[in-house]
């Protein structure tokens, strides 16, 4: 029997008599201001519903918020938003929770003890921009803008612009995007010769290949796939997912091929060999619009080995299967099915991504559409347009700013790098102690909680001390906010202006407009309004850099473009992606607006913009490398490392992570997983749709729906499969450590079919020390134990690279 | 001097074991009291209870309980029916177990309920379709009828005590109800008693059915089942009888009564407790046997986990308390002695007690759909309330020791006028001759 | 009289729980604490099943949502001993918190786990009297709750109904799994009208409902290509 000491206190509560009715069950959940609850209490009840954007991940759903008398009740989703179509994931159906939380921050702060002690002063909103300012005023005058620097998430909103204007006219190179995707990017740019992600036409692909891409679960809009995947039926699509771990998207697929971690850049080119041998690939794009792929002679008369020669030498399928523990069979069948059900499509993300050699990966499944013949094909890939904003021309720079604008940045390794790379946390953080090239004086933090999600968290927190002064906008506090000196509480984003456009892999140019839908709560500001402010504080031309007065009035600014453009239409009834076609191809246009007051009221009354055509490219426009062609030998990377000195070739090359030599190393190739250890097992991480990246962890609700398949509510669990478990003789749903060379976690198991042998999957997002009352101290976070590594290319950090063991707890010997 | 003067003794003197004992006693009732009032503010919270496991330990002591109390009146009704001479002593005993153990049986639904204050609703707005309706009804008719078949034969001892003088005579003489064994008095008392024990034996065995029928009358596999009524009836009267020897000889060694409850009773009466232990067994087998034969996907996984999965423990310790110890203890003379006796008749409350959680919780632990396994761990509220119930069961006795005399003395007394000759008449009634 | 049912395609279905939280904050569901959770006693109109099973070679992970089956003869009800769950003329079976005596009969007696019990007084605002969702009661400490196809969206709309003087269209009446769920899996409707598209799903060939043999005649029902179920 097991007596809780929570029941045992209350049972003693009980004994002694007296007051305890109010000790239970009244306890409040969230914490609504006064006023808001007398409207709730005495209002007329009167129902409005205004339409916004979700914010809580990048996916930029539509969403329909359910007003009475003015004070948000409930969302649903909107059903004119092209991405999510009247869908919400369950994270956005909770957004209301997360305006009502209790810890969010109500006004400005000063913190007074160590990070994380909790221990915060409120200040004013004028005394922080009299310090803030005057902070940055004395640096400028000293030469020393470059010492600002700015960390923010990769999010699709108007702020990537607006802090960029910032820093550039300040004159800081210092912006940095904590990214998910630098892999994608960087491979991206490696094949294709920019940087884009480009979109799947899954609706009418026969068959889509997933390399561990989650879409429906951790995909940048897992919503909008979603929604696409609802038609396979119909579309007689058939999915098949290649994932080290039975995933949502490996649950739904036709079929789940269960692979090593860090392995599907092989299995990519096993396929790719079955294509190849039996003449399955399309023959005309790769003899049109490809490079590198039989073997070639250069310019210099050169002879090169082709991506063919290397991949039907090295790829062969018993070779793939010693790789990747898939059987030959299987590699064949998916070859033949991939060559033989076109259109076909292969995607590649998060689990086949995150690891030491994701970009090689990403070229690889790249390698993999070109040899399909994929790109700008219905049921391919293709290049969604850039909505068309009005340009604000580029942010004006005084001889100052232009010069602190050439300076190196911060957060790039300080020598023999390969300029693919972006900004990697490491670097930063290494840099920021070194003091090279130069200190970090002042530090925005605007979005993005690397302390928590980074696998170089420890440095990162040390580079955090070392910053005299660091400000964070956050609206709930986060770990990485912890060690903020000062808090300039943004805005929730139901009492904000924003807009969301193309979202990464939507299939369509969209624009979705994030709009306040109640006056703010408590004394926060717009953090696009508090760098204005900071702007017109400045001395110089700073002030110069937005050519609006505030932020909202540059959003109404920007979209002016798109209503003068005329293109596409307003997310509004009726007009649906096969009207909108229809029209474009008898010479009409959906232009009903006589004014922009018209368009405007309509499009904030509807929330969203989008225009489902798509001006056709040419196969030759497509790529900008420099063949104009899809590469498989990447030039690209080539002439990088041509740049770097000979002496230090070989370092860059060995950074870079690539081992293989002559011309394989720029070719798509696997490369084995990098820093082998004597622990036996792989840890992966994966995110659920309700917790996220980690936001999702601070609701209640997500909370508790956090762990319902596997019965674990407001915990994380370590999936074992049954043969490992039984091999570390750990039974289901006790308690066991995960062990790595970074640290220990102590956590229940789930012994599951539904992972690969020797792998030890956990659920990301929880295990927060900051993030508020719900989010502290439920379950661990499995990125605090991950080995320092990253794909040398990218910079991207390997977070499903680390080698783990585990032991039952309670038996001392791992 | 009375003959039986030892049977008066405890209604007069009081040791310091009893007020020891009762103090114990009251303690646990007070704190059981206490977790109870508890559980009312703040709800079922406390308890062990959830979703799939709607149904814990109130609910399993609810059928435990009624069925003790099927010990007393329905024995003491068959066994003077049956005109069987040996139960003299016997009666009362059994019968104050029925009221005792009626009371706090019947108030444990209460305790289960999440919303007590509503209790009135059952009568307000209740709903007959309901078997937890049919429960109210017969278990209020079987308290009504036991408690006056209880209180009826104790009118001629009631009137001895109030001759007797001394302490609280105006309670004997409005209890005595003008006795003075007159002989129309004693016809009418008789006739009386006839009458009830006969009506009290289809008002028991409906009660057990009916509660039987509180599972029965569900689509949940282990429940679902037809054999549940005389199942439910024939545990009770197993399990009863085993209580009433437990009681027997407590009394019997608390208050001396060895020459009243003589080895004969307890040999009949556990030659009954073991005919009871084969027939359960053979309803047991029953039951398991057309389940596992039809092996019903969901009726099997129920079986499983009985069977083997978690509570495979309480389910072969049911087995070997209710059936392998009382057999075996039973059948050989050698083990039959009064500890024999009293080790099995242990047993069979216990693995009685283990087979309605058998009962309860399993059906309702693996739901049909794909939920995970309910796992049911009674906290310290509901032992507690279980202790609460038990203590009550023994206080009860000790209180109605003190103030009536548990063994039937007028009873006694007919035995050894009239019973000889009675039972020599009747013996010649069924020779062959006129 | 309209008889409302609901048919989820689990073909469609992908088990993002996008339903299981539109539904507990339409309803109001009160969240549990952690370790109240971890009991056990975590309370979901909506819940969503898994299940891991080896199909050929291959494990697959099956993920079914489950609300209140509604069934046409429902074991919970006739169990009631006060009359506090029953089956509506629409068909709708309803709970009556305030009569409720927390017996959990019903919860005993549903083959299908639907309901939950307020185990502890659930939390809300800071203000008792302020209403998460205005158009559905609190409930309170020990009583049994369950999905109720958003009957209160059907009072909405039949006072509009009634007004324009016309039957209630197919799709008007929506529940709020219905309305957020991102596959369109969900179908929700009056399954006596021969037109509308509840009625036409309900004589698929894909057309599975749970425990048939039992008889209680659930209204919803599921369809499904895969063979077991």
Redesign the interface.
Same mark, same amino acid.
């Given at each position: 029997m097991e007596i809780?000491r929570?029941e045992f206190l209350k049972i003693a509560a009980g004994m002694t008599g007296g007051a305890l009715l109010g000790s239970?069950?009244?306890?409040?959940?969230?914490?609504?201001p006064k006023e808001v609850?007398e409207r709730?209490?005495f209002g007329p009840?009167v129902e409005t519903w205004k339409n916004t954007t979700c914010r809580l991940c990048p996916g930029g759903c539509g969403m329909s918020v359910r007003l009475?008398d003015d004070v948000p009740?409930?969302?649903?989703?909107n059903p004119l938003n092209p991405v999510?179509?009247?869908?919400?994931?369950?994270l956005g159906?909770?957004a209301?929770h997360s305006l009502?939380h209790p810890d969010r921050v109500q006004g400005p702060l000063i913190r007074k003890g160590s990070p994380g002690s909790g221990s915060w002063e409120k200040t004013s909103w004028q005394e922080a921009f009299k310090v803030i300012s005057g902070k940055l005023n004395q640096l400028r005058q000293e030469g020393k803008s470059q010492h600002v620097a700015f960390l923010g998430s990769d999010e699709y909103g108007f702020m990537r612009d607006h802090i960029q204007r910032f820093a550039a006219s300040y004159g800081t190179p210092n912006y940095f995007l904590y990214s998910k995707d630098s892999n994608k990017r960087a491979a991206n740019f490696l094949s294709h010769g920019n940087r884009r992600a480009p979109a799947y036409d899954i609706v009418n692909s026969k068959l889509v290949v997933t390399f561990g891409a989650n879409i429906?679960?951790e995909g940048p809009s897992?919503?909008y796939y979603?929604?696409l995947?609802?038609h396979h039926?119909e579309q007689q699509t058939r999915y098949i997912h290649i994932d080290s771990r039975?995933n949502?998207t490996?649950?739904?697929a036709d079929?789940?091929i269960s692979i090593r971690p860090g392995t599907y850049g092989a299995l990519a080119l096993g396929v790719a060999y079955v294509l190849i041998r039996e003449e399955l690939y399309d023959q005309d794009f790769v003899r049109a619009h490809t490079h590198g792929f039989d073997d070639w002679m250069d310019a210099r008369g050169r002879r090169h080995v082709g991506f063919k020669s290397t991949v039907l030498s090295d790829y062969y399928p018993e070779r793939v299967q010693e790789f990747t523990g898939v059987p030959s069979s299987v590699i064949l069948e998916l070859g033949r099915e991939l060559g033989n059900s076109r259109p076909s499509v292969a995607l590649c993300d998060q689990a086949a991504l995150n690891h030491t050699n994701g970009t090689l990966t990403a070229t690889a499944v790249n390698a993999l559409n070109a040899l399909l013949g994929n790109y700008e094909k219905e049921g391919g890939v293709y290049f969604v347009d850039e909505p068309p904003f009005a340009s604000f021309g580029a942010a004006p720079m005084d001889g100052r700013s232009a010069q602190a604008m050439t300076q190196p940045r911060v957060g790039m390794p300080v020598e023999a790098f390969l300029p693919l790379q972006e900004c990697s946390v490491k670097s930063f953080s290494e840099n920021v102690l070194s003091g090279r090239p130069y200190p970090i004086d002042v530090l925005f933090l605007y979005g993005g909680n690397p302390l928590f999600q980074s696998v170089h968290h420890k440095k990162f927190a040390q580079a955090l001390q070392k910053i005299p002064m660091v400000i964070s906008f956050d609206s709930l506090l986060t770990e990485t906010g912890e060690f903020a000196h000062y808090v300039l509480p943004d805005h929730h984003f139901f009492e904000a202006w924003d807009i969301v456009s193309n979202v990464e892999n939507v299939g369509f140019t969209h624009v979705a407009i994030q709009q306040p839908v109640m006056a703010p709560m408590y004394d926060t500001r717009a953090t696009g309004d508090v760098l204005i402010e900071l702007a017109r504080l400045a001395e110089g031309r700073v002030a110069a850099s937005f050519p609006y007065g505030s932020y909202d009035e540059g959003i109404r600014r920007a979209l002016r473009g798109v209503f003068e453009s005329g293109s596409g239409a307003i997310a509004s009834e009726g007009v649906g992606s096969r009207w909108l076609e229809f029209l474009k191809q008898r010479g009409w246009r959906i232009d009903r607006y006589s004014s922009f007051e018209e368009f405007w009221d309509r499009l904030t009354r509807y929330a969203g913009w989008w225009n489902p055509i798509r001006s056709k490219k040419h196969l030759r426009s497509l790529f900008q490398t420099p063949s104009g062609k899809f590469e498989f030998y990447s030039q690209t990377l080539e002439n990088m490392i041509q740049a770097i000195p000979t002496e230090s070739r070989d370092k860059a090359l060995r950074r870079a992570g690539i081992s293989a030599g002559g011309d394989t190393a720029f070719l798509p190739h696997y490369e084995p997983v990098s820093g082998e250890s004597d622990l036996p097992l792989s840890m992966i991480t994966y995110q659920s749709?309700?917790v996220g990246d980690g936001r999702g962890a601070t609701l209640?609700?997500m909370?508790?729906?956090f762990g319902?398949?596997?019965n674990?509510?407001?915990?994380s669990w370590a999936e074992i499969h049954p043969l490992t478990a039984q091999q570390y003789l750990v039974k289901d749903g006790e308690w066991i450590l995960v062990q790595s060379s970074e640290g220990t976690l102590r956590i229940r198991s789930k012994v599951?079919?539904?992972v690969m042998p020797n792998v030890v999957a956990i659920p990301f997002g929880l295990g927060h020390t900051s993030g508020g009352r719900y989010a502290r101290g439920?379950g661990v976070n499995p990125h605090s134990i991950l080995e320092g590594k990253e794909d040398g290319l990218s910079g991207r950090e390997a977070i499903q690279a680390t080698r783990v063991r585990v032991v039952a707890e309670g038996r001392s010997e791992f | 001097m009375d003959k039986d003067e030892i049977l008066f003794k405890p209604i007069y003197e009081t040791g310091r074991g009893f007020y020891i004992t009762f103090g114990i006693l009251a303690v646990i009732l007070l704190w059981a009291l206490a977790m109870y009032i508890n559980q009312v503010m703040?709800?079922?919270?406390p308890?062990?209870?959830?979703?799939?496991?709607?149904?814990g330990f109130y609910i399993v002591n609810f059928v435990f309980f009624i069925g003790i109390s099927h010990a007393g009146t329905l024995i003491s009704a068959i066994l003077r029916l049956s005109k069987a001479e040996w139960r003299r002593p016997i009666t009362r005993m059994a019968e104050v177990i029925t009221a005792i153990v009626l009371v706090i049986g019947g108030l444990h639904?209460i305790l289960?309920?999440?919303?007590?204050d509503?209790?009135m609703?059952?009568l307000?707005?209740?709903?007959l379709?309901?078997?937890?309706?049919w429960d109210?009804t017969s278990i209020t008719a079987y308290f009504t009828a036991s408690t006056v078949y209880l209180y009826l034969p104790m009118i001629p001892d009631i009137a001895r005590i109030r001759d007797r003088g001394g302490k609280l005579k105006w309670l004997y003489t409005f209890m005595a109800w003008g006795w003075q064994g007159t002989e129309y008095q004693q016809k009418v008392l008789n006739r009386a008693i006839n009458i009830l024990m006969v009506m009290v034996i289809p008002i028991a065995i409906s009660v057990h059915t009916v509660i039987s029928y509180?599972f029965s009358?569900?689509?949940?596999p282990g429940w679902h089942s037809t054999i549940f009524g005389p199942y439910f009836v024939v545990g009770a009267i197993f399990s009863g009888i085993a209580a009433l020897m437990i009681v027997m000889m407590t009394f019997r060694k608390v208050y001396h009564l060895e020459t009243y409850l003589k080895e004969i009773h307890f040999r009949y009466l556990s030659t009954l407790l073991l005919i009871m232990s084969l027939i359960w067994f053979y309803f047991t087998f029953s039951e398991y046997l057309t389940g596992v034969f039809g092996s019903e996907a969901h009726e099997m996984e129920v079986i499983k986990y009985k069977f083997s999965g978690p509570f495979a423990p309480f389910f072969w310790g049911m087995v070997l308390c209710n059936f392998v110890l009382p057999v075996t203890i039973l059948s050989f003379r050698k083990f039959r002695t009064m500890t024999g006796i009293f080790v099995a008749s242990v047993a069979v409350v216990i693995g009685m007690w283990l087979e309605r959680l058998i009962i309860v919780v399993p059906s309702?632990a693996s739901?049909?759909?794909?939920?995970?396994l309910?796992?049911y761990v009674p906290t310290i509220l509901e032992w507690s309330l279980f202790a609460g119930g038990i203590a009550v069961f023994v206080m009860g006795f000790m209180l109605f020791s003190k103030f009536f005399p548990i063994i039937s003395i007028w009873e006694i007394e007919e035995g050894r006028s009239h019973a000889a000759k009675e039972v020599e008449e009747r013996i010649a009634s069924y020779l062959p001759g006129p | 009289m309209p008889k409302w049912a609901m048919a989820i395609d689990l &073909?469609?279905c992908?088990?993002?729980?996008?339903c299981?939280?539109?539904c507990?904050?339409?309803n109001n569901v009160a969240?549990?604490d952690?370790?109240?959770?971890?009991?056990?006693?975590?309370m *979901?109109w909506m819940?969503?099943?898994?299940?891991?099973e080896?199909e050929d070679t291959?494990?697959?992970?099956?993920?079914?949502p489950?609300p209140c089956f509604h069934c046409d003869e429902p074991?919970c009800t006739?169990?009631?001993?006060?009359?506090?769950t029953y089956r509506n003329p629409e068909g709708i079976v309803a709970q009556v918190y305030h009569?409720?005596?927390?017996?959990? *009969?019903c919860?005993?007696?549903c083959?299908?786990?639907a309901?939950?019990?307020?185990?502890?007084?659930?939390?809300?605002?800071?203000?008792?009297?302020?209403?998460?969702?205005?158009d559905v009661s609190l409930r309170?400490?020990?009583?049994?709750e369950k999905c109720s196809f958003c009957s209160h969206r059907l009072q909405q709309i039949k006072e509009i109904a009634d007004l324009e003087g016309r039957r209630i269209e197919d799709g008007e009446y929506v529940t709020?799994c219905q309305?957020?769920?991102?596959? &369109?899996?969900i179908v929700f409707g009056d399954i006596e009208d021969k037109d509308s598209s509840v009625y036409k799903l309900s004589k698929s060939y894909r057309v599975k409902r749970?425990?048939d043999d039992?008889d209680?005649k659930p209204k919803v029902f599921y369809l499904s290509r895969r063979t077991t179920e």
């Open positions: 809780r929570r239970h069950g009244l306890d409040p959940m969230f914490a609504v609850i709730m209490k009840r009475i009740i409930s969302v649903k989703g999510n179509r009247g869908g919400l994931c369950p159906l909770n209301v009502y429906l679960e897992p919503v979603t929604k995947y609802s039926n039975l949502l490996a649950a739904n079929r789940w749709m309700s209640p609700m909370q508790e729906l319902h398949a596997v674990r509510h407001w915990d599951t079919e539904g439920h | 703040v709800g079922l919270g308890t062990g209870m959830n979703q799939p496991v709607t149904w639904p289960d309920l999440g919303r007590p509503r209790m609703n059952l307000e707005s209740g709903r379709q309901s078997p937890l309706l109210v509180i009358m569900t689509l949940q309702l739901p049909r759909m794909d939920v995970p309910g796992i | &073909d469609k992908t088990g993002c729980e996008s299981m939280i539109a507990k904050v339409e969240i549990v952690p370790e109240q959770a971890q009991a056990g006693r975590v *979901y819940d969503m099943m898994t299940a891991y080896s291959q494990v697959v992970r099956r993920i079914v489950k074991p006739v169990v009631c001993p006060v009359g506090a009569r409720c005596i927390g017996c959990r *009969y919860m005993a007696a083959p299908y786990t309901k939950v019990f307020n185990w502890y007084a659930p939390k809300w605002l800071e203000d008792s009297a302020c209403r998460p969702n205005p309170m400490s020990g009583v049994v709020a309305e957020n769920c991102p596959t &369109d899996a749970y425990m039992l209680v």
